[in-house]
């Protein structure tokens, strides 16, 4: 079992720049590829980035590719997403999850666990 927490999220100008956090409990973490997804109200939960296990490969929504920066540091059992250049398209409840499957996925359901979210709003 791992959970999961986010933090991080706020109010932020466009533009501006915010970095979400998400700590794991249990000592697996470095055993879960890593993804980061949003949802806007009323919008389906959107795959936004993705890290493996070791942090080497990461995997990028087209919409955020040259703005965001998944990351993580498996000592501490966090992966963070560095969020620059916002916009206020990018306004959503941001999730991690966790994927013990190593095979690059950006579907939701295949992801093991979930945080419970933290929002992220951008004005114009």
């Known amino acids: 079992q791992v959970q999961l927490v986010e933090s991080g999220g706020g109010l932020v100008q466009a533009g501006g720049s915010l970095s979400l956090s998400c700590a794991a409990s249990?000592?697996?973490?470095?055993?879960?590829?890593m993804g980061w997804f949003r949802q806007a109200p009323g919008k389906e939960r959107d795959f936004v980035a993705r890290?493996?296990?070791?942090?080497?490969?990461?995997y990028y929504a087209d919409s955020v590719k040259g703005r965001f920066t998944i990351s993580r540091d498996n000592t501490k059992n966090t992966v963070y997403l560095q969020m620059n250049s916002l916009k206020p398209e990018d306004t959503a409840v941001y999730y991690c999850a966790a994927d013990r499957e190593t095979v690059i996925t950006t579907r939701p359901q295949r992801y093991d666990y979930w945080g419970q979210g933290t929002q992220v709003t951008v004005s114009s």
């Open positions: 249990g000592r697996t973490f470095s055993s879960y590829a």
């Open positions: 890290i493996s296990r070791s942090g080497v490969t990461t």
